[in-house]
């Protein structure tokens, strides 16, 4: 079914509000949502509104988030339980403060849950000129490579570059799926696709329950697995836990630069751009229409959903958040 952005953020955030989430907080995971959908990523749209519910049952809004400084180009925020598309967006906000100030700005946060997609943060840098890179580690449901105990969370990876007419952003995560995706396969019946994940005694498992008693696998074998573990290393120097086996274990790094730096900040933009254009420009493969770069088809999907004013939403979706709508005792 079709929702306008409007309908669909104040059912996000009358939703999220009713069960404990400060309305500020619920306006900006409402505008992180439906944006995700809006960019053609459904299990990070409104979907995500039930896992949040899920954890807001035994994790109440935290204390207020405090920001420390560190040195001229650093600060590490204390999220204290809240959630973390909220933390995320004051986090890359003083990164780019820093950045502007001394050409770097380096942020931690500890002690936060849940930021949707990584790609939405370093797309807000880069469109002011900025160079960002941020990684997350999450809840641990990823097993090494070889193995099929869960060590590492699906730990996205994401960069952005300024770019004409719209940054270049690469955002991918670290396991094969992600735990949004799964819930949402188990909510509306579907399998997960092979070689994704393994039950509790390390067989492969189509079924999304099963996935979730067991480990995801890690994408790219030992690559995604030597990812991973990078971005494992980078949570725990931003205040992380070794192993996140709570959600709020998590750690997030950001990293933001000026271009100028090492240059015209100008020549470099003009440089990405052209670089993207020939990329595009390129020879496809046999059987390949086009050569595609990363995000593109996001921001064209993106495009195509602000001029409709739309965004799609499964049926089953919609009739859960409008049963959870009225708060804990709607269920």
């Not at 990070?44 to 039930?50: D, E, I, K, S, T």
């Not at 909220?86 to 990164?95: M, W, Y």
């Not at 799926?177 to 509306?188: I, M, P, S």
């Not at 254009?277 to 390949?288: K, L, V």
Request: aromatic content about 6%; overall charge negative.
């Amino acid at each position: 079914m079709l929702l306008s952005f409007a309908e669909a953020k104040a059912l996000a955030v009358d939703v999220l509000h009713s069960h404990g989430m400060p309305r500020d907080h619920a306006a900006t995971v409402a505008d992180h949502l439906v944006d995700a959908a809006g960019a053609g990523h459904a299990f990070a749209g409104l979907p995500r509104v039930m896992a949040l519910v899920e954890h807001l049952k035994d994790h109440p809004a935290g204390n207020p988030i405090t920001v420390q400084d560190r040195g001229p180009s650093s600060a590490m925020i204390d999220g204290a339980g809240n959630n973390g598309y909220v933390t995320s967006i004051i986090g890359i906000d003083k990164a780019v403060e820093l950045a502007r100030a001394t050409g770097v700005g380096v942020v931690g946060i500890k002690d936060t849950w849940f930021s949707g997609r990584l790609a939405y943060y370093v797309e807000r840098a880069a469109r002011q000129g900025f160079v960002a890179f941020h990684t997350a580690s999450t809840q641990a449901r990823v097993a090494p490579a070889g193995g099929i105990d869960r060590i590492f969370g699906t730990n996205p990876v994401a960069f952005a570059f300024p770019c004409d007419p719209d940054p270049l952003v690469i955002d991918f995560g670290t396991g094969m799926t992600t735990w949004g995706n799964v819930l949402l396969r188990r909510k509306l019946g579907q399998e997960l696709d092979p070689e994704s994940a393994v039950d509790r005694d390390g067989n492969p498992t189509l079924d999304p329950s099963a996935a979730l008693e067991g480990a995801f696998l890690p994408w790219g074998g030992h690559r995604g697995y030597g990812l991973a573990l990078v971005v494992q290393v980078l949570a725990m120097m931003a205040g992380g836990k070794m192993v996140a086996e709570e959600v709020t274990d998590s750690g997030f790094f950001f990293l933001v630069l000026d271009p100028a730096l090492l240059g015209s900040a100008t020549a470099f933009r003009e440089n990405v751009t052209a670089l993207v254009q020939h990329i595009e420009d390129s020879r496809p493969a046999p059987g390949t229409d086009r050569v595609r770069v990363h995000g593109r088809g996001s921001l064209a999907k993106r495009a195509k959903a602000q001029a409709a004013g739309m965004i799609e939403v499964d049926q089953a979706v919609f009739d859960t958040l409008v049963a959870l709508r009225g708060g804990p005792k709607g269920n």
